[in-house]
T-cell receptor, first 114, second 115 residues
C-alpha cells in the first residue's frame, strides 16, 4: 500500500481556517485519497475523499495537488469540536484483496484553541 | 438512525481468560470490519466480513483470535487465553458493501484491559 506522511500535530484557533497537509509521493494512478478523523474517545468517522479534482462537502474541502503527490484537508472555520486526530488514507479500488480495509497511519493531532 | 454498537464498552480480564466482544452493525450493511487501537501500534485492521464469510483474516495477530458473524448481522470477536499485549480498544465498523465509495461507520469501541 502506498504510504502517507502527515505532521504529528497542529494547532489552530477557533473560527480560523485549518489546512492539514498529507504527502503521498508514491501514490498510484488508481489510489483515492480518503480522510477520516477520530474525536477523543470515539471511533473514527469519514470526512471526505477524492481522486484528482478538489472536493467539497458539509464538513470540509479537499485540495489535491496537480501531480497528486500531496493533498490538503481544509476546515474552513475550526470549532472546538474539530479537535481530533485526522488520518489521510489511500485506497485502491483495484487491489487484489478488494476488501477496502482502511490502513491507518499515525495521523495529525489537531488542537483547537478557544 | 442507530449506528454501530459494541458491547461491552469496557472489559477487564485476567491474563489467560477468554473474552468475547460483540458488534452490532448498521442494519443492512453487508461489510463488517474489526480493528484494534493500541498505544504501541496505532489503529490496525484485524478481519473483514462480507455477509457471514470472512475473506480477509490477514490482520488477526495470532490463532488465539477468532471472529464469526451470523445472519449477516452481529459479529463476535473472541480472544482466547488473553495476554497483556492484547490490551487495546477494539473497534468495529460496517459499510453498505465493500465498495470503495462506501464509507465505513465505526462503533465506539470496547476497551479491553488484561491484567
Amino acid at each position: 500500500d502506498a504510504k502517507t506522511t502527515q505532521p504529528n500535530s497542529m494547532e489552530s484557533n477557533e473560527e480560523e481556517p485549518v489546512h492539514l497537509p498529507c504527502n503521498h509521493s508514491t501514490i498510484s494512478g488508481t489510489d483515492y485519497i480518503h480522510w477520516y478523523r477520530q474525536l477523543p474517545s470515539q471511533g473514527p468517522e469519514y470526512v471526505i475523499h477524492g481522486l484528482t479534482s478538489n472536493v467539497n462537502n458539509r464538513m470540509a474541502s479537499l485540495a489535491i495537488a496537480e501531480d497528486r503527490k500531496s493533498s490538503t484537508l481544509i476546515l474552513h472555520r475550526a470549532t472546538l469540536r474539530d479537535a481530533a486526530v485526522y488520518y489521510c488514507i489511500l485506497r485502491d479500488p483495484f487491489d487484489g484483496g478488494a476488501t477496502n480495509k482502511l490502513i491507518f497511519g499515525t495521523g495529525t493531532l489537531l488542537a483547537v484553541q478557544p | 438512525g442507530a449506528g454501530v454498537s459494541q458491547s461491552p464498552s469496557n472489559k477487564v480480564t485476567e491474563k489467560g481468560k477468554d473474552v468475547e466482544l460483540r458488534c452490532d452493525p448498521i442494519s443492512g450493511h453487508t461489510a463488517l470490519y474489526w480493528y484494534r487501537q493500541s498505544l504501541g501500534q496505532g489503529l490496525e485492521f484485524l478481519i473483514y466480513f462480507q455477509g457471514n464469510s470472512a475473506p480477509d483474516k490477514s490482520g488477526l495477530p495470532s490463532d488465539r483470535f477468532s471472529a464469526e458473524r451470523t445472519g449477516g448481522s452481529v459479529s463476535t470477536l473472541t480472544i482466547q487465553r488473553t495476554q497483556q499485549e492484547d490490551s487495546a480498544v477494539y473497534l468495529c465498523a460496517s459499510s453498505q458493501d465493500r465498495g470503495l465509495f462506501n464509507e465505513q461507520f465505526f462503533g465506539p469501541g470496547t476497551r479491553l484491559t488484561v491484567l
